[in-house]
């Protein structure tokens, strides 16, 4: 007899769960659906509305990417009041067994079922096939995480890497740092290359006198009550007046460069640096305008060891879903 598996990536604005038979392909799921996190008290609550609905037969097991540090299979996930438990899960729907994963977890999983179409080749350096792999996401926030791999199989390691002190490159950045160390006593890379990095970046520019911001681009960004969206639209697209917004992505495209530089060093990672989140698929074109790699193989001594390293940028927004199935399919 057949039976149903249930995956989902869970974020603070929005839930997906796909559900699969046991021998499916994780790209084509028999049915997903998305709902606003914040529109329900639980995940349980979601799950409930999905399997009323859809019905799903013999449904036996689930895992789950969740956004936020899995603490002996409990969660509490950043931006909601959800705690999210495991065996909970497990017992109020009858499943043999259910996962947690670190987002950042499953995106590493991912990875393994990424298809050439899935991913922006940046350096097309030849993979070392029992080479640890590194993962980072810049979204909301900055995720990390990392692969160690040998001639036997591989382990997954999520991390908080992201909150790990922010290093300047040049004298810009070195005087970004100290800009936000007035603001607070700890400035991580978090701060500086994600979501919510981007206001911190234009402030920066802005509030030190390195770029002008017009009335009509404080205007539209105050309209929006966001940063990052409109100054990626004006370095992507440059209209005059706006210059401070190119600035902003030079910024964060440079201390991204230098992050995954950081991690290829820590981890040797011969196996890739993946960048992945929400961002880098809408930037493509800044990481050759910003000299992406040029920064990134600023390593002194070890600019030709990191160079050696392939590096893609994952395009499939599912890669959360596909690494929390290929986990499940793992542990059967």
């Not at 497990?90 to 079922?113: H, P």
């Amino acid at each position: 007899m057949t039976f149903s598996i249930l995956v989902g990536d869970i974020g603070g604005t929005k839930t997906t769960l796909s559900l699969y038979n046991e021998a499916q392909d994780y790209h084509h799921p028999l049915v997903e659906k998305s709902y606003p996190s914040n529109g329900f008290s639980s995940l349980e609550e979601i799950i409930s509305i999905f399997i009323k609905e859809e019905k799903p037969e013999n449904l036996n097991y689930a895992s789950f990417g969740v956004a936020g540090p899995v603490i002996d299979q409990t969660a509490k996930i950043t931006n909601l009041t959800w705690k999210i438990d495991a065996e909970n899960i497990r017992e109020t729907f009858g499943l043999k067994n259910v996962w947690l994963l670190n987002d950042l977890e499953s995106i590493a999983y991912g990875t393994f079922l990424l298809r050439e179409e899935d991913v922006f080749v940046l350096s097309d350096k030849p993979e070392n096939l029992t080479g640890s792999i590194a993962v980072i996401a810049p979204g909301t926030g900055l995720g990390e995480a990392f692969i160690a791999r040998n001639e036997d199989g591989f382990i997954v390691n999520p991390s908080e890497g992201g909150h790990s002190d922010f290093a300047p490159l040049h004298q810009l950045q070195a005087e970004l740092l100290f800009y936000l160390l007035q603001q607070d006593d700890h400035v991580s890379f978090e701060n500086v290359c994600s979501g919510i990095a981007f206001r911190n970046l234009y402030n920066f520019l802005k509030d030190e006198g390195k770029a002008e911001e017009p009335d009509w681009l404080r205007e539209e960004i105050e309209a929006l009550g966001d940063v990052g969206p409109i100054a990626s639209k004006y370095a992507l697209a440059p209209v005059e007046g706006a210059e401070i917004c190119e600035m902003t992505l030079q910024l964060f495209v440079e201390i991204l460069a230098a992050e995954c530089s950081n991690m290829a060093l820590k981890m040797l990672t011969s196996g890739g640096v993946y960048i992945g989140g929400g961002i880098p698929p809408k930037i493509l074109p800044l990481f050759e305008k910003y000299n992406f790699l040029d920064v990134y193989a600023q390593k002194g001594r070890f600019s030709d060891l990191v160079r050696s390293f392939p590096i893609k940028v994952i395009l499939n927004s599912r890669t959360p879903l596909l690494g929390a199935g290929y986990f499940v399919s793992l542990h059967l």
